[in-house]
């Protein structure tokens, strides 16, 4: 699944060619830096491969999730409409923008449910922010469509389903914007990083901006750049960017890999005829980052969790129903408005309604499922054994559940 597992002399050349300067920085210093844009190349790069006009490098997926949001205008009482299911740094980046999440239920295929995206829309609402969780695509057309009669704008966070495609297209490229996350368990990686792609020529010029203090870089050095708007610093560095471009050009290797290794996977899971599989809405263009399965319910599911873990065999496999980091039940940080400064009463009081307001559909769907990292690495024995391994686990829970009835 992720680029560190395939990590070697292509990432080293590209580091020695930023200590051979010096230059750390992504601007300026052009007579030091001796050719060497890394940054800017990795931009290039990215627009390339994924077919979008511009590209701006940012310091995380985060962070290129706010800077997205702030270039279209996402701000202070604007209501962004998500999924329940998602990383944490979905939903912190729409409050680190003064904006609201909307947290609604998803579908069986682990991403928004359009009709329950429809239902949330209010007179505040500004953005659907569908996730493409786990390397498969949301259901691009229908929220799109759903954009278009509502007026909204839509923003892909595509930051863990680099190289996914949707009808042709790579996902992070269709709506208005979209981000990807080069963080160091994403399918390439940086190390930290993250990019916002867009084909909008203003979007991007204020992506340029905000991520370096507001500077237009229209100037004739750094002192002189006018800054039309306030900014941060988003910046990814030199040598974070150059590693990005050393596993840019491996993405496609890993992503044959990952699919090749999701097909035997998957082809052992088939034979239980219990086990069902995600909903993909584009089965061509899954990245494969990860296998998803269900079982036929959340008892069985969590008896097959804790045998997995009994037998030593859970690792690499989640259950995301328990945990912490991906789904609305554990996010108690949120529900009980942990902040260490003031946040806006509107929000506050959004946010209140996480604890009282149940997600039936999105619990009926997340604790009967469990995903699969993909690794590189596998051979193919590894996966017939863990395959074998996880199926006897199923088959055993399911003979003993059917035994006691
Ligand atoms: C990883 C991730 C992010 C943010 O990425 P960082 O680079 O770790 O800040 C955002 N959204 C999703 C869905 C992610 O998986």
Redesign the pocket.
Known sequence: MPGFEFFGEEERKQIDDVMGTGILMRYGFDAQRKGNWKAKELEQKISETFGSKYAQLTS???AA?TTAMAALGIGYGDEVIMPAF??V??FEAVISVGAIPVLVDIDESLTLDPNAVKAAITSKTKCVMP?H?CGSMADIDALKNICKENNLILLE?A??SIGATYKGKYVGTIGDAGTF???FV?TITCG?G?AVLTNNEEVYTKCDGYTDHGHDHQGVDRGADLHPFVGYNYRISELHAAIGVAQIGKLNNFLSIQRKNHALLKSILSAIPEVTFRKIHDEEGDSCTFLTWFLPDGEITATVVAEMKSQNILAGNFYWFDNNWHYIRKWDHLKNNKFLNNQSEPLQQQLKKYSAEPFTASDAIMSRCISTAISLTWTEEQISEKGEKIAGVIKKVLKDKYASV
Do not use: P, R
């Open positions: 995380s997926g985060t999730l998602t990383f740094a979905s996730v969780m966070d930051c863990q996350s080069f963080d994403k930290e993250g």
